[in-house]
């Protein structure tokens, strides 16, 4: 089943900071964020995996609540170079196939 | 270094035309996604091959859905009798693999298909 990301859309001024949520009905085995620009490619931002482990980007911070099977990725001073839509990917058990959130947009504001 | 690259970027076809659409991932790469995505929606998971092999095709919509990775590096996804349905971006991605691998994919710039 997709999970639910909240909020749908979020307008920032640059320097601001935003949370974006993620929430499974399914446990899960790892979360993963990805951000696309449109037109573009989705791009890796964050891996976090049940247990504690997780690879990312220096400047993204994410968590991951096992029990209650939800992540949120943590965007501080928000730069204009933030801009896009923001995806979550749930994986259960089958360690390689990713369900899609609909997507955050995020919009910074000089 | 070179990224996982799909051609054509753009594909305009007549309804029950046949397509394909090509996938050339990161050198070394052993997994292989592909994905849909229709506007204003995250992608939609289509098949996912490891080496060779289709380990899970389970999210090809029908039988004129069919993809192929004969030598373990280059996809290709082919759609018979196309319908209007089909339009969407078809987005590939490529992932090490192995036991350490956390799965991060790495998406190709995706085709654009228009059926009219």
């Known amino acids: 089943q997709q999970p639910v990301q909240s909020p749908q859309a979020v307008i920032l001024r640059e320097g601001e900071d935003a949370v974006i949520n993620c929430s499974s009905s399914?446990?899960?085995?790892?979360v993963h964020w990805y951000r696309q620009k449109h037109g573009e490619a989705p791009v890796f931002l964050m891996i976090?995996?049940?247990g504690g482990e997780q690879k990312g980007h220096e400047k993204i911070s994410a968590s991951f609540n096992e029990k209650k099977q939800q992540s949120s990725l943590y965007l501080t001073a928000s730069q204009l170079s933030y801009s896009g839509t923001y995806f979550c990917?749930?994986?259960?058990?089958?360690?390689?196939?990713?369900?899609w959130g609909a997507g955050t947009k995020l919009i910074i504001k000089p | 270094g070179a990224g996982v690259s799909q051609t054509p970027s753009n594909k305009v076809t007549e309804k029950g035309k046949y397509v394909e659409l090509r996938c050339d991932p990161i050198?070394?790469?052993?997994?292989l996604y592909w994905y849909r995505q229709s506007l204003g929606q995250g992608p939609e998971f289509l098949i996912y091959?490891?080496?060779?092999?289709?380990?899970?095709d389970s999210g090809l919509p029908n039988d004129r859905f069919f993809a192929v990775r004969p030598e373990g590096s280059v996809s290709t996804l082919k759609i018979q009798r196309t319908e209007r349905g089909d339009s969407a971006v078809y987005l590939c991605?490529?992932?090490?693999?192995?036991?350490?691998?956390?799965?991060?994919?790495?998406f190709g710039p995706g085709t654009r298909l228009t059926v009219l």
């Open positions: 990917g749930t994986e259960g058990d089958s360690n390689y196939q990713l369900i």
């Open positions: 399914k446990a899960l085995y790892s």
């Open positions: 976090l995996l049940k």
């Open positions: 050198s070394g790469h052993t997994a």
């Open positions: 091959f490891q080496g060779t092999g289709a380990a899970d």
């Open positions: 991605a490529s992932s090490p693999g192995g036991p350490d691998n956390y799965n991060e994919q790495f």
